[in-house]
């Protein structure tokens, strides 16, 4: 069934990342995969818009199933392989409740986190402002802070002692903060949920390419 | 069951509504509620801040546990209760992914809209900027033309003929569009969508109560 998927990506990209790490966690290995350049804009290739109207990546097809969005592209493939590969939504009521509080709380982390990482690409430069510049940071301060805390209270995983699906989809919104600068010292129960994880059999195997080669960025340094 | 849950909620928000839709679609009748205002700042309170850390509603309680993101408390809800009422996440695997991508792109639509609709109260007075107040708009109207196209292809609901999780959850957003003034004369796969499942017993019971005594708003007379 594999054979049947095809999954365009770009590296270090955690929407596209969270596909990957499904695919090994539900081992679903030996799909069709493309690597594309953000760079060289080629998430607006033809390729990729007659799969995905939006021209976004990731661009994600599973049989006749699209599925870009990687929420739903996870969700799906559990579903759909509940028996196979590891089972990702718990069966315990509470580990159930936290998991699903967790990931859909990390859409507020995710769009604070792009508000003050692209002010600059999403915001015109006569619009700028230095105040929504630092308003933007104070509150991605605040939501890091909760997710700290949150963090600070679990065994390893963001819903208690297993992986589920809520550390498939947030994780690599985590990694992808530290590799452009977050503070180990700062945010250490974020960091040791990062450092814990990240020789994960189905993370190791998808961890960006790029991230390899080249040395983190400092855009949240200061966060 | 029902006795033991708790939710705080505000009128027309479609966050709440999505609970509210949910417990009636799962014959949870029965349950504890408040209904709050947003105009008093009610959703500051501590009774919600002991609930919901962000001071946001809505604030759920099922159990013991805290489930305030509005999908989590629906996806927690049809899991934990599978064979009571309606069962709204399809077996069939073509309506199941329809459903999981378009529940997932609803995060964009429900983002465009705010971006349009709150940018007064959400930039201070000295950021405003009419090219972004314009932007916004074109934003949401791309956006609103994607949905008039998806609904102009299906039956009745999202993701078929079968009312499921995503009409659950995209319902209210779609409908306080309308309240607010959306052109039934420009879209009218939406306004089809509207009516059609204005009086579905969930919807109908659950309608916003200060809805029925104000007249419609017109924000987005112009979208």
Chains 1, 2 share one sequence.
Not at 118 to 137: C, G, I, L, T
Not at 158 to 187: N, Q, V, W
Request: hydrophobic share 35%.
């Amino acid at each position: 069934m594999a054979k049947d998927m095809t999954l365009l990506w770009g590296s270090g990209s955690p929407p596209c990342w969270r596909i990957q790490i499904m695919l090994e966690e539900k081992q679903l290995q030996g799909y069709n995969q493309k690597l594309l350049s953000f760079e060289k804009k080629e998430h607006k290739s033809q390729e990729v818009l007659d799969m995905n109207p939006r021209g976004q990546l990731p661009a994600f097809k599973c049989g006749n199933h699209i599925l870009n969005e990687s929420y739903a592209a996870c969700f799906f493939l559990e579903n759909q392989y509940k028996s196979q590969g590891n089972k990702l939504i718990p069966d315990s009521p509470d580990a159930q409740a936290l998991m699903y509080q967790r990931m859909f709380e990390a859409f507020t982390l995710s769009q604070k986190m792009v508000d003050a990482m692209y002010y600059n690409f999403k915001v015109p430069e006569e619009e700028r402002h230095d105040s929504a510049v630092q308003r933007n940071k104070e509150a991605l301060t605040a939501e890091l802070k909760l997710w700290e805390g949150y963090l600070n209270k679990t065994d390893c995983c963001l819903a208690g002692k297993e992986f589920t699906l809520a550390d498939a989809l947030i994780f690599p919104i985590i990694a992808f903060m530290f590799h452009c600068g977050l503070s180990s010292e700062r945010y250490p129960a974020l960091a040791k949920y990062y450092t814990s994880l990240m020789d994960r059999p189905s993370i190791k195997a998808t961890w960006p390419p790029y991230w390899k080669s080249t040395s983190g960025l400092d855009m949240l340094k200061t966060v």
